[in-house]
C-alpha cells in the first residue's frame, strides 16, 4: 500500500473513533480518595472484562483535581497514559464560584505530561448535571447543590480562555447534564455555547411513567430523541446509564441483576460501537445513592452478569474469552485500539476502499 494511502487510512481511523468507557469517581464508596494505583486497576479492569463487546479502554472523569487537594493534577491522568486510556475530563462546577482550581490543575497537568495526555483526550466536559440538579425535580430528588445556565456559560467560555494557545486549544469542550435539563428551553442558551452534548439517561429513575423494564428501551429511545432534536445538530454523546444490580424500588422498576443484564442487552448493545457511551459503571464510588450499579465489585476481569451481546444486536465482537485469564497490565497497541474503537466492520469497509484504490 501507498505511503500517502497509509497516512489517508490513519487519519480515517482517527476521525472516526468511537470510544467507549465507564464513569470513574474520584472516591470509593467510603469516601476515601482514589490513588494513581486505584484508577490504574480500574483502567486494566475495564479493558480485560470477560466477554466485552469490545474494548473499554476510555474512562470520563467528573473533576481535574486529586481528591484532597487544592488545585494538584487528579492521579488517573498518570493512570491513563500508563494504561493507554482515553478520557473524556470533567470540571466540577456545582456549589463554586471559580473554576480556577480546575483549571490550574488542567494546566499543570498539560505542562507535565504534554502530548501524552493530549494523545488519550477525548473531550471535556464543564459540568455535571448542574442543571438538573437546580430543577424543580432536582430539588424535589434532593440530588444536591446545583448551577444554572448564568454559572454554566461563563465557565465554559473559562475554560476556552484558558485552553486556547495549549495543545488542548481544539479538544470538543461540553457540558454533561440529564436528558430533560437538556429539553428545557431555559437552559438553550447553553446548547448554543457547546461543542457536544452529555446525556445522562436512566429509565430505573423516570418513576412518573410506567418505567418497568419491558420499557426502558422505549423509554430511553424516547429520551434520546428528545436531546437529539434540541441539539442542534451538534453531537449528543452518552455520558451516563445503566441499571443498578440492587437497590430499592423506583417506581415500577426493580433493581436487579436480570433486569441489569436485560437492559445492557437492549441499549449497551444498540450503542457500543456506533455512539460515544461511558456507561454507569465499572465500580460504585457514589456513597450518597443506595443502588449499586457495578458491572464489577472486586475490580476482576469476571463480570455481574455476562456482557455477550445478542448476535443480531450490531455490537462489536466479544473478546477476552479466555476466562482463565484475569485482569491483564499490557498496553495495548496505539493502531490495535485505534481500530477497537473505530469499530471492525468499518475499519475492514475502509481498508476495502483504500484496496480499491490501490
Not at 480485560?48 to 474494548?55: A, E, F, K, Q, T
Not at 470520563?60 to 494504561?83: H, K, M, V
Request: aromatic fraction near 10%.
Amino acid at each position: 500500500m501507498r505511503p500517502l494511502l497509509l497516512l489517508t487510512l490513519a487519519s480515517c481511523v482517527s476521525a472516526q473513533k468511537i470510544y467507549q468507557g465507564f464513569n470513574t469517581g474520584a472516591f470509593f464508596t467510603s469516601s476515601k480518595p482514589k490513588a494513581q494505583s486505584d484508577f490504574e486497576a480500574e483502567f486494566n479492569t475495564a479493558q480485560s472484562l470477560h466477554y466485552s463487546p469490545g474494548v473499554f479502554s476510555s474512562a470520563r472523569l467528573y473533576t481535574c483535581i486529586q481528591a484532597g487537594t487544592t488545585n494538584t493534577p487528579i492521579e488517573a491522568f498518570q493512570a491513563a497514559i500508563n494504561t493507554n486510556t482515553t478520557l473524556l475530563l470533567g470540571i466540577w462546577c456545582s456549589g463554586t464560584k471559580s473554576i480556577d482550581n480546575e483549571i490550574t490543575a488542567l494546566k499543570s497537568a498539560i505542562d507535565k505530561f504534554g502530548t501524552k495526555l493530549k494523545d488519550l483526550v477525548v473531550g471535556l466536559s464543564v459540568g455535571s448535571e448542574d442543571l438538573y440538579r437546580l430543577s424543580k425535580s432536582g430539588i424535589e430528588n434532593k440530588a444536591g447543590v446545583g448551577a444554572g445556565p448564568s454559572t454554566i456559560i461563563p465557565f465554559i467560555q473559562s475554560a476556552r480562555s484558558a485552553l486556547a494557545g495549549t495543545i488542548l486549544s481544539s479538544i470538543p469542550i461540553g457540558h454533561v447534564d440529564s436528558w430533560s435539563a437538556w429539553s428545557n428551553t431555559s437552559n438553550s442558551a447553553v446548547i448554543n455555547e457547546v461543542d457536544f452534548l452529555g446525556m445522562d439517561v436512566y429509565p430505573y429513575y423516570e418513576k412518573d411513567i410506567d418505567n418497568r423494564i419491558e420499557n426502558a428501551e422505549q423509554i430511553f429511545e424516547k429520551l434520546h430523541n428528545k436531546t437529539t432534536a434540541v441539539a442542534g445538530g451538534k453531537p449528543v454523546w452518552i455520558t451516563e446509564t445503566g441499571w443498578p444490580v440492587s437497590g430499592p424500588v423506583s417506581g415500577n422498576a426493580t433493581a436487579s441483576v436480570d433486569n441489569a443484564r436485560t437492559f445492557w442487552d437492549i441499549i449497551a448493545c444498540k450503542y457500543l460501537g456506533r455512539n460515544n457511551v461511558w456507561w454507569y459503571t465499572l465500580s460504585d464510588a457514589d456513597p450518597n445513592i443506595s443502588e449499586k450499579f457495578a458491572i464489577s465489585k472486586d475490580l476482576s476481569a469476571g463480570t455481574t452478569f455476562n456482557l455477550t451481546c445478542p448476535a443480531a444486536s450490531g455490537a462489536p465482537a466479544s473478546v477476552n474469552t479466555d476466562l482463565s485469564k484475569g485482569v491483564q497490565t499490557t498496553k495495548k497497541n496505539a493502531a490495535v485500539r485505534s481500530v477497537e474503537e473505530m469499530g471492525y466492520t468499518a475499519f475492514f469497509v475502509l481498508c476495502g476502499i483504500m484496496g480499491f484504490l490501490l
